[in-house]
């Protein structure tokens, strides 16, 4: 029977392509990986692979044509796969009883570009009643911790996925009944679920694919399927060595490299299928080494590509906060009786926003051939938190429209929620330009990479009371703290940057013209 293949996320941002061109025909049999068709975003032409092995046969589109993400491409029918079997995948369930029905609560979208998330924590069991908006489990992403509620009430049926598990976007989460409903099926949540169920079966593979000589496969080109099937088993794509063009690795390829490593076959075999995740961390000859993911695997690649792609340069001075601290001193306990937590970052941050006023260039972005650059109304500063699961850098919208107990309430919000790992996507996204407050834990003086695709950030080192001079030439006790600015240097010069902080100082150090200028 015929299986629709659904077009998966082929870029951040992306919703739709263009059919450039099919590589096959209606009626044609295809194998695993071989491309299907190139499609043209607005970013780059994609080429589409298969991800079974199968006759091709219906094409949903015409050349030129516009298609959906997540909307089916193409249909086959998969080599080795019963009418009956895809029939029960594709068929919604239903339960016997006409008062309640099963349904499929499908993985929302959750965080652009996010298409996989691992199962943290099961907040439910099978078998539980749940209410509407309930959390039923707690999943991890690359960016944040992420809830998910419950859109009915009924009782869980079926845990679709163990603790430690990666899940897919857009595919089964879980199953429930739900009373007092209409079983009408969701054919999209359908397809979803045959597609991701058929993903894990394995697929024949030619037995010429591994007769070609064998090298290290660095960059572990691989389908989705074949990458799921390597996590099942726990085996590194890079250790395995492809068969396929430009090494690609199959699933072959994986069998092949198990058979050849006994030792590491025996302990996969050996190994029982716990509902707690085996710990992926491994030591041998006095070493540990773990895998890096999630917020460290994500900061990771965001570090590399601003460090590749933007010029960085880096300005430093001192600001005198003495008069700050002093009037903070002030207003604390009164504030805090009306629960608003006034620590400094607030006045860091408005004092940002007004300068930003004066000098625009400071909350712009370029795009990526440097031609264009965009000035953005809204300033949406980010702060980066040191939270226990990675650097979190949640932003604050729309500071120039809010007073300094708005932006402490925000402050406090956000800090509560990256520390607990549980900041919301919408948090994450649209920041415009960064401070980070590396001075809380130590140091005076850092060289901050750019949060791209921003083109500037602000390193706060510790306060220090040190000894300077007054105008009068007395030695007196001042509040210091050193601050580093490192900027884009093909849109910020020194100069513009050196002039934007000592107006963005003098807020600081005079609270009183601060305030003049918020009025």
Same mark, same amino acid.
């Given at each position: ?83 009956? @079997? ?90 429930? +009944?739900?009373?007092? @409903? ?22 024949q593979k030619p037995a010429a694919s591994t007769n070609s000589s064998k090298q290290l496969n660095k960059k572990a080109v691989a389908s989705p399927a074949v990458r799921r099937k390597a996590r099942e088993l726990d085996v590194d794509l890079t250790q395995v060595p492809g068969s396929g063009k430009n090494g690609r690795i199959y699933k072959q390829d994986i069998e092949d490299f198990l058979n050849e490593t006994p030792s590491q076959a025996a302990s996969q075999q050996a190994a029982p299928k716990a509902a707690e995740p085996v710990s992926t961390t491994a030591s041998a000859g006095g070493r540990r080494v773990e895998p890096i993911k999630g917020i460290k695997a994500a900061m990771a690649k965001q570090m590399v590509a601003s460090v590749s792609t933007i010029p960085h340069f880096t300005f430093c001075d001192e600001i005198d906060l003495t008069k700050l601290i002093a009037m903070r001193s002030e207003l604390k306990e009164q504030y805090k009786q009306q629960g608003v937590k006034l620590t400094m970052m607030p006045f860091f941050i408005k004092a940002l926003?007004?300068?930003?006023? @004066? ?112 105008? @009068? ?32 100082? +003098? ?13």
């Amino acid at each position: 029977m015929s299986k629709d293949f659904i077009l998966p996320d082929i870029g951040e941002g992306i919703v739709e392509c263009e059919i450039v061109e099919w590589l096959v025909a209606e009626g044609e049999s295809v194998k695993e990986d071989q491309p299907i068709c190139d499609v043209m975003t607005d970013k780059a032409l994609v080429q589409i692979p298969a991800v079974h092995d199968g006759v091709i046969s219906k094409l949903y589109y015409a050349k030129g044509d516009i298609a959906k993400v997540h909307a089916p491409l193409f249909a086959m029918d998969v080599d080795g796969e019963a009418p009956t @079997q895809s029939e029960q995948m594709q068929a919604p369930a239903v339960t016997t009883g006409s008062a309640e029905h099963l349904e499929d609560f499908i993985l929302p979208d959750i965080g652009e570009g996010i298409v996989e998330c691992e199962i943290v924590e099961w907040l439910v069991s099978e078998g539980d009643e749940i209410v509407e908006d309930q959390a039923v489990c707690d999943v991890m992403t690359d960016k944040a911790l992420v809830q998910i509620p419950a859109k009915y009430t009924g009782k869980v049926e079926k845990l679709y996925y163990q603790k430690g598990d990666i899940a897919a976007v857009h595919s089964p989460l879980f199953q429930m +009944s739900i009373a007092g @409903q209409s079983a009408e099926p969701d054919v999209s949540s359908a397809v979803v679920k045959a597609q991701t169920n058929a993903a894990t079966k394995p697929a024949q593979k030619p037995a010429a694919s591994t007769n070609s000589s064998k090298q290290l496969n660095k960059k572990a080109v691989a389908s989705p399927a074949v990458r799921r099937k390597a996590r099942e088993l726990d085996v590194d794509l890079t250790q395995v060595p492809g068969s396929g063009k430009n090494g690609r690795i199959y699933k072959q390829d994986i069998e092949d490299f198990l058979n050849e490593t006994p030792s590491q076959a025996a302990s996969q075999q050996a190994a029982p299928k716990a509902a707690e995740p085996v710990s992926t961390t491994a030591s041998a000859g006095g070493r540990r080494v773990e895998p890096i993911k999630g917020i460290k695997a994500a900061m990771a690649k965001q570090m590399v590509a601003s460090v590749s792609t933007i010029p960085h340069f880096t300005f430093c001075d001192e600001i005198d906060l003495t008069k700050l601290i002093a009037m903070r001193s002030e207003l604390k306990e009164q504030y805090k009786q009306q629960g608003v937590k006034l620590t400094m970052m607030p006045f860091f941050i408005k004092a940002l926003s007004l300068a930003i006023k @004066q000098f625009p260039v400071l909350n712009s972005q370029v795009n990526d051939d440097c031609s264009e650059l965009t000035y953005f109304v809204d300033h949406n500063i980010g702060m980066a938190v040191d939270s226990k699961i990675g650097l979190l850098v949640p932003n604050i919208k729309s500071c120039q429209s809010k007073s300094i107990v708005d932006v402490a309430n925000e402050v406090t919000r956000l800090t509560e929620a990256a520390r607990d790992g549980r900041v919301s996507p919408d948090d994450l996204k649209g920041g415009t330009i960064s401070i980070s407050n590396i001075g809380a834990i130590g140091g005076t003086i850092a060289t901050p990479i750019i949060n791209k695709p921003e083109v500037a950030i602000v390193a706060l080192g510790k306060l220090q009371h040190l000894p300077r001079f007054d105008a @009068q030439g007395n030695v007196i006790s001042a509040a210091i703290m050193q601050v580093s600015w490192s900027g884009d240097h093909r849109v910020i010069d020194g100069g513009t940057i050196a002039r934007f902080n000592n107006l963005w100082k +003098s807020y600081l150090e005079d609270p009183a013209k601060m305030m003049m200028a918020m009025s």
